[in-house]
T-cell receptor, first 109, second 117 residues
Framework: RKEVEQDPGPFNVPEGATVAFNCTYSNSASQSFFWYRQDCRKEPKLLMSVYSSGNEDGRFTAQLNRASQYISLLIRDSKLSDSATYLCVVPGGGNKLTFGTGTQLKVEL | GAVVSQHPSWVICKSGTSVKIECRSLDFQATTMFWYRQFPKQSLMLMATSNEGSKATYEQGVEKDKFLINHASLTLSTLTVTSAHPEDSSFYIC?????????????FGPGTRLTVT
């Protein structure tokens, strides 16, 4: 199993839809997780941190399932501006971050 | 929030030349900075950890003599791509961490797009 694995997509959804992405990780000892958003040709920006079972911030909800070693990101009422690549990130030793390959989301009219 | 700058934003150079990229933490000090590389349609891959006052630590498969890292101060790290070749063309991004535990976050620079012709 890869350290961090994501479905690359792309996921094409209509505006207003609810969409969810999953990310699986291999290190069962990982305690914290992050979802980053990366726009084309830009740097990643932190979207959400996940430390316990989950986190919610407006239209975005992250859930953690430690038993199955996956994290999900749910986006409700998706907007055109949500179109981006969403990166699942797992910290490792020495504060290093391991990035998933990212899931591309395209929100359409 | 914290800001990390990176210069230049993009650079085009000829094969065989060397290119230096700067990464600065603008409003906080960073004893550690990270350098990543991202090829098209791929994720960020950590190249090396830059340590202020000591040698950088490189990830497996990254040539330390080709990618020279110097952490000159608590706010500046530089990456020099020596004798660049077309296969070195990529998006290079630095990051600087801040905080601990639940306040920990890595702040990314805007990236440098390198094209070697």
């Amino acid at each position: 199993r890869k350290e961090v694995e994501q479905d690359p997509g792309p996921f094409n959804v209509p505006e207003g839809a609810t969409v969810a992405f999953n990310c699986t990780y291999s290190n069962s000892a990982s305690q914290s997780f992050f979802w980053y958003r990366q726009d084309c040709r830009k740097e990643p920006k932190l979207l959400m941190s996940v430390y316990s079972s989950g986190n919610e911030d407006g239209r975005f909800t992250a859930q953690l399932n430690r038993a199955s070693q996956y994290i999900s990101l749910l986006i409700r009422d998706s907007k055109l501006s949500d179109s981006a690549t969403y990166l699942c990130v797992v910290p490792g030793g020495g504060n290093k971050l391991t990035f998933g390959t990212g899931t591309q989301l395209k929100v359409e009219l | 929030g914290a800001v990390v700058s990176q210069h230049p934003s993009w650079v085009i150079c000829k094969s065989g030349t060397s290119v230096k990229i700067e990464c600065r933490s603008l409003d906080f000090q960073a004893t550690t900075m990270f350098w990543y590389r991202q090829f098209p349609k791929q994720s960020l891959m950590l190249m090396a950890t830059s340590n202020e006052g000591s040698k950088a630590t490189y990830e497996q498969g990254v040539e330390k003599d080709k990618f020279l890292i110097n952490h000159a101060s608590l706010t500046l790290s530089t990456l020099t791509v020596t004798s660049a070749h077309p296969e070195d063309s990529s998006f290079y991004i630095c990051s600087a961490p801040r905080g601990q535990g639940r306040t920990y976050e890595q702040y990314f620079g805007p990236g440098t797009r390198l094209t070697v012709t």
